[in-house]
C-alpha cells in the first residue's frame, strides 16, 4: 500500500489534535516539534559536512577533509544510538549512493549492482557491511524485523570518537570507490 504524502500530512495532523486536546497534550506536541526539528537540524548539518568532506576527499585536499571531519564529529551523537552524527551521515551517504543507482536504473539493469559488488574488494569492513546493507534494500529483500536483531544480540558497545573517525575515513573512501566503479558500470 502506498499512502500519498496528503493521506499521511492528515492523519500526523490530526494525530497532533486528538495529543493538543489532552491535558498536556499541547505541550507534548510543541515539546515534540521542536525536538524533531532540533535532530533534522543536526542530521542535516552532519550530512552537510560530511558531504563536504567527501567532495574535498575527491579533490585530494585532505586539510579540508579533516576541517569537515572535526566539525562534524563534535556535533552530538544520536540520542537513539549513541552513534555520532558523523558516522550516521557517512552510513547514509554510502546507502544513498548504492540505493540512488538502483533507483535510477532501468528495469533488468543490473550494472549498479554490478558496481556495487566490484566495489566491495576495495572496502573496510564497516563499508563493505553497509553497501551490502544497500543492496539489500534496494532489492526488496527483507531486512530482519528490529525484533529479530535485538533478540539474543548483545548490545554493541560503545563507539570511541577516534574509532568512529577512522569509520567516517574507510566510508568516505568506500564512496569513491563506489562512484568510480558506478562510473566505470556507465552510471
Do not use: F
Request: hydrophobic share 45%.
Amino acid at each position: 500500500m502506498t499512502w500519498a504524502d496528503d493521506d499521511v500530512t492528515s492523519l500526523y495532523t490530526e494525530a497532533m489534535a486528538q495529543l493538543s486536546d489532552r491535558g498536556v497534550g499541547d505541550l507534548q506536541v510543541q515539546s515534540s516539534m521542536l525536538r524533531l526539528s532540533d535532530l533534522t537540524a543536526l542530521a542535516q548539518g552532519a550530512r552537510n559536512l560530511v558531504t563536504k568532506a567527501a567532495q574535498s576527499l575527491g579533490d585530494g585536499d585532505v586539510e579540508r577533509v579533516e576541517r569537515y571531519l572535526d566539525r562534524a564529529m563534535r556535533l552530538p551523537r544520536s540520542e537513539r544510538n549513541g552513534l555520532p552524527s558523523a558516522l550516521l551521515a557517512a552510513r547514509g551517504l554510502v546507502d544513498a549512493a548504492v540505493t540512488g543507482a538502483a533507483r535510477e536504473a532501468a528495469p533488468g539493469d543490473r550494472r549498479w549492482r554490478d558496481a556495487a559488488e566490484a566495489a566491495l574488494p576495495r572496502c573496510g569492513i564497516e563499508a563493505r557491511a553497509r553497501i551490502e546493507r544497500a543492496v539489500r534494500i534496494a532489492t526488496d529483500r527483507p531486512l530482519p524485523s528490529d525484533d529479530e536483531q535485538s533478540r539474543g544480540a548483545p548490545l554493541p558497545a560503545p563507539i570511541e570518537d577516534a574509532a568512529a573517525l577512522l569509520l567516517v575515513h574507510q566510508l568516505l573512501a568506500a564512496l569513491l570507490v563506489l562512484e568510480d566503479e558506478l562510473a566505470t558500470h556507465g552510471l
